[in-house]
């Protein structure tokens, strides 16, 4: 079993930077894939961001891809999301994950665990 529980999300201004954190509980933390996923009003659930179990090897959505970064600190059990250069399109609540499973994980039902998200507000 695994919780997850996610921070730093707030109001932030086009082109500003946010760092999203998920603190995790449980075991293991490293035999984890995690993702970042988002979801905006009106619209389904889209991935942002995976990193492997294990490894360090990462996979992002080309809509962030270059300007979002995702990580890991398995010593302190956290995930992490730093984003900047942010578009106001970029406004959702965000998501963290974690998943048993190997490789790159880019769905929604790839992942067992979910946290309760964190809104991100970016106004022009």
């Known amino acids: 079993q695994v919780q997850l529980v996610e921070s730093g999300g707030g109001l932030v201004q086009t082109g500003g930077s946010l760092r999203l954190s998920c603190a995790a509980s449980g075991r293991a933390f490293s035999a984890y894939a995690m993702g970042w996923f988002r979801q905006a009003p009106g619209k389904e659930r889209e991935f942002v961001a995976t990193?492997?179990?294990?490894?360090?090897?990462?996979l992002y959505a080309p809509s962030v891809k270059g300007r979002f970064t995702i990580s890991r600190d398995n010593a302190k059990n956290t995930l992490y999301l730093q984003m900047n250069s942010l578009k106001p399109e970029d406004t959702a609540v965000y998501y963290c994950?974690?998943?048993?499973?190997?490789?790159?994980?880019?769905?929604?039902?790839?992942?067992?665990?979910w946290g309760q998200g964190t809104q991100v507000t970016v106004v022009s």
């Open positions: 990193i492997a179990r294990f490894e360090d090897r990462t």
């Open positions: 994950a974690a998943s048993p499973a190997s490789g790159f994980l880019l769905r929604t039902s790839d992942y067992v665990y």
